[in-house]
């Protein structure tokens, strides 16, 4: 199926360094959402996006939508070992009557102490 | 209070045999979501329910795969017969509302293996 381009692909990173991921997409989304997976369980909501060129933050992380509508950051400042994980951007539009979700690849985050 | 719930965790089973996969939403909830997880990959949509209905199950293969929701609770997802490339996560989540401003609050998956 359909899935976001998502980079990178994977970063390890010193603990205290800030992080930067990104999505893109060649279609137009209305909402985008970014999540955390850990092993053996299911994504967790980070932030939410509802407007282009939207900036949230949430603690240490912070996320843009795009101007275009076509892509979304995300930013971790200070790394600390628990933010290790792969994250996932989300894009949400309305299609046929209906909500329409597509995640990316994800971008698997390693922090080394 | 109790997150999405989901049993199995863990299945093997050999290729043509049938499984069912298990999902208790969070209370209140009437948005329930079947998700596909590859490897390295994110989740794929494979149906979605409002209440009792399927309201988008386009990306359900519907030879194999099938989904129920009665009363508008609990969910059974099942695959009949497996083939081997159906090994991955199958991720459950619910929500209030289908909208984007509720937030899917996700379980914690089936690990399906066919062998």
């Known amino acids: 199926g359909q899935q976001l381009n998502q980079s990178p692909q994977s970063m390890f990173i010193q603990e205290g360094e800030d992080v930067s991921m990104n999505c893109t997409s060649s279609?137009?989304?209305?909402?985008w959402l970014w999540y955390k997976q850990e092993p053996g369980e299911g994504p967790v909501l980070l932030i939410a996006?509802?407007?282009?060129?939207e900036l949230t933050s949430n603690g240490r992380l912070t996320a843009q939508f795009g101007i275009t509508r076509k892509d979304s950051f995300l930013n971790i400042s200070a790394s600390i070992p628990s933010d290790v994980g792969i994250y996932f951007c989300?894009?949400?539009?309305?299609?046929?009557?209906?909500?329409?979700?597509?995640f990316g690849t994800g971008t698997r985050l390693k922090v080394l102490a | 209070e109790a997150g999405v719930v989901q049993s199995p965790r863990y299945k093997i089973i050999e290729k043509k045999q049938p499984v069912a996969f298990w999902c208790n939403p969070i209370?209140?909830?009437?948005?329930l979501y079947w998700y596909l997880q590859n490897l390295g990959q994110g989740p794929e949509l494979l149906i979605r329910?409002?209440?009792?209905?399927?309201?988008?199950d386009s990306q359900l293969p519907k030879d194999r795969f099938s989904a129920e929701r009665l009363k508008g609770v609990d969910s059974t997802l099942k695959i009949q017969p497996a083939e081997l490339g159906d090994s991955a996560v199958y991720l459950c989540?619910?929500?209030?509302?289908?909208?984007?401003?509720?937030?899917?609050?996700f379980g914690p998956g089936t690990r399906l293996t066919v062998t």
């Open positions: 209370s209140g909830h009437n948005t």
């Open positions: 989540a619910s929500s209030l509302g289908s909208q984007p401003t509720y937030e899917q609050y």
């Open positions: 996006l509802y407007k282009a060129g």
């Open positions: 989300a894009g949400q539009s309305f299609i046929s009557g209906t909500y329409k979700y597509i």
């Open positions: 279609s137009i989304f209305n909402t």
């Open positions: 329910y409002e209440n009792e209905e399927a309201v988008d």
